[in-house]
T-cell receptor, first 113, second 113 residues
Framework: DTEVTQTPKHLVMGMTNKKSLKCEQHMGHRAMYWYKQKAKKPPELMFVYSYEKLSINESVPSRFSPECPNSSLLNLHLHALQPEDSALYLC????????????FGDGTRLSIL | SQKIEQNSEALNIQEGKTATLTCNYTNYSPAYLQWYRQDPGRGPVFLLLIRENEKEKRKERLKVTFDTTLKQSLFHITASQPADSATYLCALPMSNSGYALNFGKGTSLLVTP
């Protein structure tokens, strides 16, 4: 079991749906991350939150909207996604300091019909 | 642009042998480098971190070296076991953040009995 919990594990949605991915950690980490991973590719950074504030947005389309309601929770709101957005979405957390390891959840497998 | 290169082909070795994986990088001056393991359908798991002033780091059967002149890290698994079969990812800090990471595409390791 990982210390970063992501829900749901699987999600199938149509292009007109609105859904949210959730991530929770209780390790006291103040940096949280969203990554997108396609098959046989490395995780690609989407967003970084530091002390509940968005610090990095890697030019992600606005149909992905992150939210960090408190230091333990991270959401990713999805709206009007495209088939190419189908991927594994990974959440991670770490201390806000250089040279700290990141702790990953097992991801949400998202399929867009 | 910054690039991280890992052996793009899968590495197949026999149980008991030493596996050596390579991570090369360009246009980086990283303060540290990290290695992660990823199993199919799971999130990456942190293995080892090595800092720029460290030549070598060990943890049980794992050893990492870091040559900032060659811009290369080597990751060794000694006495390999079938349970070591996984994808191994090298990660470097992003230039605009000391703690967000860029990942290499990973090397798939298969250890056969």
């Amino acid at each position: 079991d990982t210390e970063v919990t992501q829900t749901p594990k699987h999600l199938v949605m149509g292009m007109t749906n609105k859904k949210s991915l959730k991530c929770e950690q209780h390790m006291g980490h103040r940096a949280m991350y969203w990554y997108k991973q396609k098959a046989k590719k490395p995780p690609e950074l989407m967003f970084v939150y530091s002390y509940e504030k968005l610090s990095i947005n890697e030019s992600v389309p606005s149909r992905f909207s992150p939210e960090c309601p408190n230091s333990s929770l991270l959401n990713l709101h999805l709206h009007a996604l495209q088939p190419e957005d189908s991927a594994l979405y990974l959440c991670a957390s770490s201390q806000v300091h250089k040279d700290q390891p990141q702790h990953f959840g097992d991801g949400t497998r998202l399929s867009i019909l | 642009s910054q690039k991280i290169e890992q052996n793009s082909e899968a590495l197949n070795i026999q149980e008991g042998k030493t596996a050596t994986l390579t991570c090369n990088y360009t246009n980086y001056s990283p303060a540290y480098l990290q290695w992660y393991r990823q199993d199919p359908g799971r999130g990456p798991v942190f293995l080892l971190l090595i800092r720029e002033n460290e030549k070598e780091k060990r943890k049980e059967r794992l050893k990492v070296t870091f040559d900032t002149t060659l811009k290369q890290s080597l990751f060794h698994i000694t006495a390999s076991q079938p349970a070591d079969s996984a994808t191994y990812l090298c990660a470097l800090p992003m230039s605009n953040s000391g703690y967000a990471l860029n990942f290499g595409k990973g090397t798939s390791l298969l250890v056969t009995p």
